[in-house]
């Protein structure tokens, strides 16, 4: 499988290229299975390239969801694609679940490699909580109602940057260098003898089958179950610490968890890195 086999995605051709892809017919279960199965057990090509076409609507519907990175979002989609394929390859459909689901891991991954490839601010050299800013800023925003225009507000930047554990002038540079906001859905892509399509008319796909109109949901479950799992590599004290960082949706400071458990904060620090590699090291071999 390669990115040529594929239709091909120019600068300014993003409608061209989605009523495109909209031709592949979506598979049933059974026929999912039974490609999946000729890919691995047969190595046919044919399979597996169906299996890719079929999931290219999947994966343009993640990459607009990241239309608002600024960064050109025919790379995005190939980015996107690179990641399906990923996850076609990697595919055992003797584990009883949809592609769809397992895809979204792969396709997100791929594009948040390249985004963060291509963001001079956010480098193997930056630190993890720059990273957590560059991808959690939007929700954080939205969390505290800061939907203004430009600058934030002192208070707003404030509270982004408690929750977040970064500086005041991060969270000021990051939002200025993400600035200009998420493109309307109502945005013009094509107009054509079938009458004007928007974002969100191609979107809402309405031939879509059960794997994509509940793909998030079934995605939630397995990460869940693959959470829960991967937890009980940890000890007490690492799933506590671990939970109370990074799984809640109003994380504990180090300084609160150094007060609750009276070590220092390094300490703190220490055991939730460990139990972080722990867990993606479990959930690796469990994925």
């Known amino acids: 499988m390669s990115r040529n086999s594929l239709p ?153 940057a408690e929750s977040l554990e970064v500086s005041q002038e991060e969270v000021i540079s990051m939002n200025r260098r993400m600035g200009g906001g998420d493109s309307s859905l109502n945005v013009l892509v094509s107009n054509n003898n079938e009458g004007t399509l928007e974002w969100q008319d191609w979107i809402e796909d309405e031939n879509s089958d059960h794997a994509t109109k509940f793909a998030d949901q079934e995605e939630l479950n397995s990460r869940r179950k693959l959470l829960e799992c991967a937890m009980t590599s940890l000890n007490q004290r690492e799933c506590e610490i671990l939970t109370k960082r990074r799984l809640m949706d109003d994380p504990l400071t180090l300084e609160q968890l150094s007060s609750e458990y009276k070590v220092s904060r390094e300490r703190i620090r220490q055991i939730e890195v460990r139990a972080f590699e722990k867990l993606q090291k479990k959930m690796r071999e469990l994925a």
């Open 8 to 160: 091909a995605l120019s600068e300014g051709g993003l409608a061209n290229y989605l009523n495109e892809i909209k031709k592949f017919p979506m598979l049933t279960s059974e026929e999912e299975f039974m490609l999946a199965k000729a890919w691995v057990d047969h190595d046919d090509r044919k399979s597996a390239h169906r299996l890719v076409t079929s999931h290219l609507r999947l994966a343009a519907k993640i990459a607009l969801g990241y239309r608002g990175y600024g960064l050109p979002i025919n790379e995005v989609v190939s980015e996107a694609n690179v990641g399906l394929m990923q996850a076609v390859k990697r595919f055992d459909p003797d584990k009883g679940f949809r592609l769809a689901t397992y895809a979204m891991w792969w396709i997100k991954a791929s594009i948040q490699e390249y985004i963060l490839r291509s963001w001079s601010l956010v480098k193997m050299g930056t630190t993890s909580a720059q990273k957590k800013l560059f991808f959690n800023l939007r929700k954080a925003k939205n969390r505290i109602g800061a939907m203004e225009d430009g600058d934030l507000r002192p208070e707003n930047v404030r509270k982004i």
